[in-house]
């Protein structure tokens, strides 16, 4: 899954998710859905996935392909920083 963070992981996972829903909706294949915001059926399967933290910009280009809005893919207010801790550190003994 992407990062190590916890509030990466449930973001990357609610937006691919939320992702996989909408397109199958409109019935797009990963590879058209890539056409449509120019990149190629992998990154669209990775992000389905949660395997990669995306940017806004790909969250618009995802939002425009689709016409949903960026509400529709994350709903931010859901994700608390409480609800995600970073796990403790673990260092190696030297």
Known sequence: MARKDPLSQTYAAMLGANLRR???ERNLSQGRLGLMMGTQHPRISDIERGRVVIGFDDVAKLCRALEVDPADLID?????LSDHPLPPERHARP
């Open 22 to 24: 909408l397109r199958k």
């Open 76 to 80: 931010l207010p859901s994700i608390t």
